[in-house]
């Protein structure tokens, strides 16, 4: 069973345009969500988290809004770069739960 | 900001032999991961290790796989003996608390079976 869902598996935009990629998940009792972005080669880093006491968390061009009644989230970048591309993973954990759970990975690719 | 460092970065060996794969933490962090990614899937979680000892696991973590931390050196994934299937890229993280907090990631090992 896949505990964290994202969609899509990969997304292309053209430079400036707002990309949005999506994240659900399974278990109600998880209560922090980082969002990592993995550059080809290169290890994950985080990006942008957020924990369910808000809807929405904002970092530069990155923004998180989350539903918790849905159990939804997802990741807007606006004005999207070139140095953007890069895979994005959305993951979940907590509530007892020792164990981080990443998603599948949405892949974004922003066109000069 | 704060580094994970992974020895070797690159590890090609024979199929049943035995590898272990070395972490340095952060040295303020007390929560440690494995991960295993295969080249352009996500991030599988294997195993987390506190305080001396694993406190949760993944079906991946087979038996053939072990980790410890013997006096606050490394932190080691062991697998003995290897498969063909163990071909990845394995990531080490830590993070100060548990998993509710946010981990840092180390370079990756990159084990090759043949």
């Known amino acids: 069973q896949q505990q964290v869902r994202q969609s899509p598996q990969s997304l292309t935009v053209w430079e400036g345009e707002t990309a949005i990629l999506n994240c659900s998940y399974e278990d109600s009792t998880f209560d922090y969500f980082p969002w990592y972005w993995q550059f080809p080669r290169e290890s994950p880093a985080l990006l942008i988290a957020i924990r369910p006491v808000s809807n929405k968390k904002e970092d530069g061009r990155f923004t998180i809004f989350f539903n918790k009644r849905e159990k939804k989230l997802s990741l807007h970048i606006t004005d999207s770069q070139p140095g953007d591309s890069a895979t994005y993973f959305c993951?979940?954990?907590?509530?007892?739960?020792?164990?981080?759970?990443f998603g599948k990975g949405t892949s974004l690719v922003v066109h000069p | 900001g704060p580094k994970v460092l992974q020895i070797p970065s690159h590890q090609i060996i024979d199929m049943g032999q035995m590898v272990t794969l070395n972490c340095d933490p952060v040295s303020n962090h007390l929560y440690f991961y494995w991960y295993k990614q295969i080249l352009g899937q996500q991030m599988e979680f294997l195993v987390n290790?506190?305080?001396?000892?694993?406190?949760?696991k993944s079906k991946l973590f087979k038996d053939q796989f072990s980790v410890e931390r013997p006096d606050g050196s490394y932190f080691t994934l062991k697998i003995q003996p290897t498969a063909l299937e163990d071909s990845a890229v394995y990531f080490c993280?830590?993070?100060?608390?548990?998993?509710?907090?946010?981990?840092?990631f180390g370079p990756g090992t990159r084990l090759t079976v043949l």
């Open positions: 290790f506190y305080n001396g000892k694993v406190m949760e």
């Open positions: 993951a979940a954990s907590g509530g007892g739960n020792y164990k981080p759970t």
């Open positions: 993280a830590s993070s100060t608390l548990w998993s509710s907090y946010e981990q840092y």
